[in-house]
């Protein structure tokens, strides 16, 4: 029996996320997902396992306000910033009628998120500097309901212009929401927008326990946006997004003490990823090595292919960029522990470009 014709269009039409898990791979260093390279030790405490969950439990929900500086009902807790990112398209966009709209070299997930539930993408190409290209965005606009901005930006590792992102927000005021995802930036809390929420009640704010907490297995993610629009996300997530043995974990992860080893992750994983940009850039088949604000760094190197091919032999699995548009010959490196880096500049330092390839070739 055929199934397929039952399902719907889009999503025979669909291209799943080519997520690092997805993708597979053999190797012993794995530097393809950013994920914290070592696991946090958390014991669960509860023991309540015949009750449903809270849908919202005020423990996760009054321990990220505090960490991030707003008010509870300012905060919305789902399964990942992904589920976040599903959410928002699901309350705001009609199937058919609107669109949302992103700037690639980006996240995977937007365009996935959206194409599954039937709404148009318009995407407008980041300038050669990664930053946004504004004009081309007030030019693409019709139709368009949600502006995805990732700051700092994956792939890239940059941080987007704060005065770019505001003139932003007073263009779309009153037609369109934009939703900034802050999954990567407790490596750099000071960029963070969450103090603009007050000022901007169309601005909707995505953060995620799986990268500076090291909790990527936990499927733990926030929304952070007005009460309004709060309300409405309420409306469409399911009743009990998150089980118990999540709510307990995030919960300590958010205590005192599970800040304060964050805080350590965060300033040791941007210690290793300074000397990484260091060590990369003294070796020949590096062409480039990006500014980062996050837990990795985006790569230009001479040639891709053999680089990434060699280090995979090694065991050691990076994740290919050279897909994307304007980032041929680009691979992304998670910062892992101290030795893996070394590990890779030590395949990498022993590499000649061109050399080796017309060898191979
Ligand atoms: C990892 C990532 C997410 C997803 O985070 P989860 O909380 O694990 O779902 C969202 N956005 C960006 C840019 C990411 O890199």
């Not at 309300?231 to 307990?248: E, W």
């Not at 040791?268 to 990823?273: I, K, L, S």
């Not at 010959?329 to 022993?350: M, N, P, S």
Request: glycine share 6%.
């Amino acid at each position: 029996m055929n199934i397929r014709h039952l399902a719907r269009t889009n999503v025979l039409a669909l291209e799943p996320y080519q997520s690092a898990r997805r993708l597979g791979g053999k190797g012993d260093i794995w530097l393809n997902a950013n994920e914290y390279p070592l696991p946090p030790s958390y014991a669960l405490r509860g023991d309540k396992l015949n009750r449903y969950p809270s849908c919202q439990p005020p423990g996760v929900i009054n321990g990220y306000a505090a960490y991030a500086g707003v008010r509870p009902e300012q905060v919305l807790v789902c399964r990942g910033a992904d589920e976040g990112i599903e959410l928002v398209i699901r309350t705001f966009c009609e199937p058919g009628t609107d669109a949302i709209l992103f700037c690639p070299p980006t996240y995977g997930m937007y365009s996935v998120s959206a194409e599954t539930f039937g709404i148009t993408c318009r995407t407008v190409r980041t300038r050669q500097n990664w930053q946004l290209n504004l004009p081309e965005i007030r030019a693409q606009l019709d139709g368009v309901k949600l502006i995805y901005i990732c700051s700092p930006n994956n792939p890239t590792g940059n941080i987007i212009d704060p005065d770019a992102i505001r003139e932003l927000l007073e263009m779309i005021h009153g037609r369109a929401l934009l939703v900034v995802d802050e999954a990567y930036i407790d490596f750099y809390l000071q960029a963070s927008l969450t103090g603009w929420l007050a000022e901007y009640s169309h601005l909707v704010i995505l953060r995620t326990l799986s990268k500076a907490f090291a909790l990527a297995g936990l499927r733990c993610g926030f929304v952070l946006a007005n009460e309004e629009v709060v309300q409405l996300l309420l409306k469409v997530i399911t009743p009990y997004p998150l089980a118990l043995p999540v709510a307990d974990i995030a919960e300590q992860a958010l205590s005192v003490d599970g800040l304060r080893q964050t805080r350590a992750r965060v300033a040791e994983t941007n210690a290793n990823r300074e000397s990484l940009v260091r060590a990369l850039a003294a070796c020949l088949c590096v062409r480039e090595v990006y500014p980062s604000a996050s837990n990795y760094l985006l790569v230009w190197f001479d040639p891709a292919y053999q680089v990434f091919k060699t280090l995979c032999n090694r065991g050691i699995i990076l994740r290919d960029q050279s897909n994307q548009p304007g980032l041929a010959d680009c691979l992304r490196i998670t910062i892992g522990t101290q030795e893996e880096c070394q590990d890779v500049v030590a395949v990498l330092k022993a590499l000649n470009p061109f050399s080796s390839l017309s060898k191979e070739s």
